[in-house]
């Protein structure tokens, strides 16, 4: 299985500021992903990550908003632009193992707190 | 669209007792896998289990077990001889075949194994 680790753990931010989280997997992976959980909820795609290309959003997520990098097979980022405090949240990254690629594996999540 | 539903958001079980987690879907499609991930109150989710669709044996992972009922699109995992590091939230996941196919979760049980 992929380990995944994720930085930082945990931010506090003041409004209109951005942060960036990296997100780095132990192997090469083809397809990486962007969660969110809000406080006592599910968790909801922002977007997938294609390496060498623009990132896919799922509805309700702009890439000016949610900017993603992903340089190689073994990274990402997702920059959290203009926060606000609907901002708070749970973001995971996950990834898709490299041989049982039906299964994902995820991050220990990065908890945002927005001023 | 695939629909993931968990219709106990809470529940509490003894040490040493069991306790089964109910979990439904909605999908046309014959063939697909199905998981259940473990969140504990450190936000890491952890695969707990996979099934395949197509394979009428029921998975189990130690302690961890499910009773897959494809016709009527059941999934419930049993948790046998509960341990204090079972609490966590357990959500129930579905995903299609194919790369393009994504995650869709449920929205979570709240599991609490008391003494």
């Known amino acids: 299985s992929a380990v995944i680790s994720q930085k930082p753990s945990r931010d506090i931010c003041q409004r209109g500021t951005s942060l960036t989280i990296q997100c780095q997997v132990d192997?090469?992976?083809?397809?990486m992903f962007w969660y969110r959980q809000q406080p006592g909820q599910s968790l909801t795609l922002i977007a997938t990550a294609n390496q060498g290309s623009e990132a896919t959003y799922e509805s309700g997520f702009v890439i000016d908003k949610f900017p993603i990098s992903r340089p190689n097979l073994t990274f990402s980022t997702l920059t959290v632009s203009n926060m606000s405090p609907e901002d708070s949240s749970i973001y995971l990254c996950?990834?898709?193992?490299?041989?049982?690629?039906?299964?994902?594996?995820f991050g220990p999540g990065t908890r945002l707190t927005v001023l | 669209a695939q629909t993931v539903t968990q219709s106990q958001p809470e529940m509490s079980v003894q040490e040493a007792e069991t306790v089964t987690l109910s979990c439904t879907y909605d999908?046309?499609?014959?063939?697909?896998?199905l998981f259940w991930y473990k969140q504990p109150p450190s936000r890491q989710m952890i695969l707990v289990i996979r099934q395949e669709a197509y394979k009428q044996q029921n998975a189990t992972e130690n302690r961890f077990s499910v009773n897959f009922q494809k016709a009527a699109k059941s999934f419930s995992l049993k948790i046998s001889d509960s341990q204090l590091g079972d609490t966590a939230m357990y959500f129930c996941?579905?995903?299609?075949?194919?790369?393009?196919?994504?995650?869709?979760f449920g929205t979570g049980t709240r599991l609490q194994v008391t003494l």
């Open positions: 192997s090469q992976v083809t397809m």
């Open positions: 996950s990834a898709r193992d490299r041989v049982r690629t039906d299964t994902q594996y």
């Open positions: 999908t046309s499609e014959n063939n697909y896998y």
């Open positions: 996941a579905f995903k299609n075949t194919g790369t393009a196919s994504k995650l869709t």
